[in-house]
């Protein structure tokens, strides 16, 4: 099983920055399967950033140029560090980890998600 825990939320006034931390245990097989979603109340969840296979990044046009998506592979952590934050950035952020070996057929695991409020 594969467990996600993420830390670093808290409140910003716009123009701040925060770091998120994905903490990841079990049984992973790479680290090239994480990424972190967004949610903001009555909107869908949303891709904010993820690695793909050879540790590519792929960003949501909306953080390009903010956000950073980096891991340290020894701690099996994953991270997401936001600067520039706005308001519309307000989110409950998850972290995510989806393994694919065969199309269609995903190991999926989600965390608890963390609170990220920006003030105006």
């Known amino acids: 099983q594969v467990q996600l825990v993420e830390s670093g939320g808290g409140l910003v006034q716009a123009g701040g920055s925060l770091r998120l931390s994905c903490a990841a245990s079990?049984?992973?097989?790479?680290?090239?399967?994480m990424g972190w979603y967004r949610q903001a109340p009555g909107k869908q969840r949303e891709l904010v950033a993820r690695?793909?296979?050879?540790?590519?990044?792929n960003y949501a046009d909306f953080v390009k140029g903010r956000f950073t998506i980096s891991r340290d592979n020894n701690k099996n952590t994953v991270y997401l560090q936001m600067n520039s934050l706005q308001p519309e950035d307000t989110a409950v952020y998850f972290c995510n980890y989806d393994w694919c070996p065969i199309i269609g057929q995903c190991a999926t695991a989600w965390g608890q998600g963390t609170q990220v409020t920006v003030s105006s």
């Open positions: 079990g049984r992973i097989f790479s680290l090239d399967a």
């Open positions: 690695f793909s296979r050879g540790g590519n990044t």
